[in-house]
């Protein structure tokens, strides 16, 4: 195929990331040297673009296995001009945007990208969004259905690498789970202050990270990092987010996040899970966090038993709000009451530890102070 320079070629997964690769130049895609999911050294040599009548024998020559492919050799010689590039129009003429791990898969499916609704940058159509579509067409009256077939699929991309780090964690960690039912009536009053006297949006799950940064000094082993047997207490909070996506969820990372206003988490926060959608966050934006929040109120959840992403010693599950009665001494109020649910590391923190963060972050909730705005 011939490809532009800026053009998506392929998608890379790592542990951590899954981002799409463009295309350094002009040219014609004369050779794929790796094929699909397989796994390759940083640096190797995956594929060649060059010119139409470009002599690539040497480049072919040091192209190996995956398991064993060469370092990436120094671009071909001064790429051409490539004539323009097949590509799949709309009725209009317009050129559909997919990614190339979305075409091949229209390709093995049968489905024209043309009918595919893209929910990419820019419309662009991606594999979730060819793995998702579903045919207009209805069948006609009478018309038997086809029998429908079960297929075992392996897990892939993304996925497959939470599934791998999440078994992991499983298995080396004894996890233990704590919950504590919180009055946010105070983060309430505040987040509704915070709208009309400073027209600011924030949300819940950033005032709950600035108060859990913040009550995590006191508490250095779960705000600690745990491998190869020994316990790293950090100084600083680095707070993992964690944002859903269509086929799994990534954790950005709020750096310093003990020193941040609730107003400015939530703009690294928004800026970051717009990153995350689109597979555009960068290694260190995903790396180095100390502690992790994962947030299910939204989904209706009251509380759950989250998994700990290691070396991570910890993670705080969020469970929605609701209006509950309780007592105030002899009169029963209206509060707006949450579930918090701790996961920790049994190997570096005790019950009572745990316990005793809860209840100093439950202290923070209920005197939060403008001071965090």
Request: charge should be negative; hydrophobic fraction near 40%.
């Amino acid at each position: 195929d011939s490809v532009k320079k800026g053009e998506p070629l392929m998608e890379v997964s790592t542990d951590k990331i899954v981002n799409d690769v463009e295309s350094p130049g002009e040219g014609i895609l004369r050779k794929i040297v790796v094929p699909e999911n397989s796994k390759v050294p940083v640096s190797a040599l995956v594929a060649i673009l060059a010119a139409p009548d470009e002599d690539i024998s040497q480049l072919l020559s040091g192209a190996g296995t995956p398991e064993q492919a060469a370092p990436a050799a120094a671009p071909a010689a001064a790429l051409k001009t490539a004539p323009a590039a097949a590509s799949a129009d709309s009725g209009a003429g317009e050129k559909v945007k997919a990614s190339p791990v979305a075409k091949k898969l229209s390709e093995e499916k049968g489905i024209p990208l043309e009918k595919i609704r893209g929910t990419g940058p820019k419309g662009r159509i991606t594999k979730e969004d060819v793995e998702n579509y579903v045919p207009e067409a209805s069948p006609a009256p009478g018309e038997a259905l086809p029998e429908a077939v079960t297929e075992g699929k392996p897990l892939e991309g993304l996925r497959a690498i939470i599934a791998e780090r999440l078994q992991e964690s499983w298995q080396q960690a004894p996890h233990v789970t704590i919950g504590r039912e919180v009055d946010m009536s105070a983060l309430k009053a505040l987040k509704e202050q915070v709208a009309d006297q400073l027209d600011q949006r924030i949300s819940y799950t950033d005032m709950l990270a600035v108060l859990t940064a913040r009550t995590l000094l006191k508490h250095p082993n779960l705000n600690g990092q745990f491998a190869d047997g020994l316990l790293y207490r950090q100084p600083a909070v680095h707070l993992g987010i964690a944002v859903a996506l269509p086929d799994g969820l990534m954790v950005p990372v709020v750096k310093n996040a003990h020193h941040k206003t609730m107003t400015a988490v939530h703009e690294e926060m928004a800026d970051l899970s717009q990153k995350a959608r689109f597979n555009r966050l960068s290694g260190d934006e995903l790396s180095g966090a100390t502690f992790t929040i994962t947030n299910l109120g939204m989904e209706g959840v009251d509380m759950f038993t989250p998994i700990i992403n290691p070396p991570e010693c910890a993670i705080l599950g969020v469970g929605r709000m609701v209006d509950k009665p309780v007592y105030e001494g002899e009169h029963l109020v209206r509060r707006p009451l949450m579930w918090l649910s701790l996961s920790f590391d049994h190997r570096v923190v005790d019950g009572q530890a745990a316990a005793r963060f809860m209840a100093d972050l439950d202290r923070s909730i209920r005197q939060p102070g403008m001071v965090l705005v």
